[in-house]
């Protein structure tokens, strides 16, 4: 941590702001992370209903 980090560490309304931006980033990737499961689910189930067609 350089110099300028740790000024910030006596700044309650910056970090509050920081604890508040990390947890709508962590939000959004979760529901990003949702979404590609769902996306990845049924691309499998697609996978498995179709039959296999030989070469």
Same mark, same amino acid.
Request: glycine fraction near 4%; charged fraction near 20%.
């Given at each position: 941590? *350089? !110099? $300028?980090? #740790?000024? #910030? &560490?006596d700044d309650v309304d910056? &970090?509050? !702001?920081m604890v508040? !931006?990390?947890a709508e980033k !962590?939000?959004?990737l979760e529901e990003r992370n949702a979404d590609l499961e769902a996306q990845h689910? *049924?691309?499998f189930v697609l996978r498995? *209903?179709? $039959?296999s067609i030989p070469i």
């Open positions: 941590m *350089s !110099a $300028p980090d #740790l000024a #910030l &560490l910056a &970090l509050k !702001a508040v !931006a990390m !962590a939000a959004g689910a *049924s691309r498995r *209903s179709r $039959p």
